[in-house]
């Protein structure tokens, strides 16, 4: 979109020029409206959606940024961008839902346990153990509709992605890759360390709300 193009245009037609790109903000499509929050993200998600600005059409949280999609039409109201100026609350004040998710840990559910236990320095069940013993929170979904990336991880379990993504990962599969966790909600291929499996359903188009989990949802394991 050029200045000189749409001069006579009402300002509201050009959020653009209303809120322009600056240090830690940029315009990358005409509605879309990319944060960076770094540490912060779920902290600004739940401020940006707990004012409900009409003027936006959906915030996604990613690593480390967030995207605003403005609706159609309408520009960036002085409410909006005060808020964008204002340092996120970092004492979350969201009722964040708590998931309880039953787990199958090693053996063929979870082929790269061994391993990963290995590298920690633990036995297989002081491996499991710390990591259902940890919280974890919903940083934000993507990959594949419905996966989590779960923050929380404790370090000593972090491990890299696997060198060689495996053609097919089942369904439910609980995985590691660096510092999060993930839930696979479909199968497919996938190269992060699989170290268990969940009969939960992730994803399910037909629901009013087809994902199991939002960004700020708690989630804590029980190894079966």
């Keep these: ?124 069940q002081d491996w499991i153990a710390q990591h259902a013993a940890a919280e974890y929170r919903v940083a934000f979904l993507g990959f594949q509709p419905g996966f989590p990336y779960l923050a929380g991880l404790p370090e000593k379990l972090r491990a890299p992605r696997r060198d060689e993504p495996r053609v097919r990962v089942p369904a439910g599969s609980l995985a590691i890759g660096g510092s999060y966790a993930g839930i696979y909600p479909k199968s497919g291929p996938g190269g992060w360390q699989i170290v268990g499996a969940t009969e939960a359903v992730l994803f399910d188009p037909r629901q009013t709300s087809p994902a199991l989990f939002a960004p700020g949802d708690r989630v804590r394991f029980e190894a079966r």
């Excluded at 315009?27 to 003027?55: C, I, K, M, Q």
């Design 1 to 124: 979109m050029h200045k000189h193009e749409q001069a006579d245009r009402p300002a509201m037609d050009l959020p653009q020029e209303r809120i322009p790109d600056c240090t830690g903000r940029r315009w990358v499509t005409d509605r879309g409206l990319r944060l960076e929050t770094g540490s912060h993200t779920l902290a600004r998600y739940e401020l940006l959606v707990s004012r409900n600005f009409p003027e936006i059409e959906s915030i996604i949280p990613a690593d480390d940024s967030i995207l605003l999609v403005l609706r159609s039409g309408v520009g960036i109201s002085a409410g909006l961008r005060a808020a964008l100026e204002m340092p996120p609350d970092l004492r979350s004040k969201t009722a964040n839902r708590l998931h309880r998710v039953v787990v199958r840990y090693g053996g063929k559910a979870g082929p790269d346990l061994a391993a990963l236990a290995e590298r920690a320095g633990l036995r297989q």
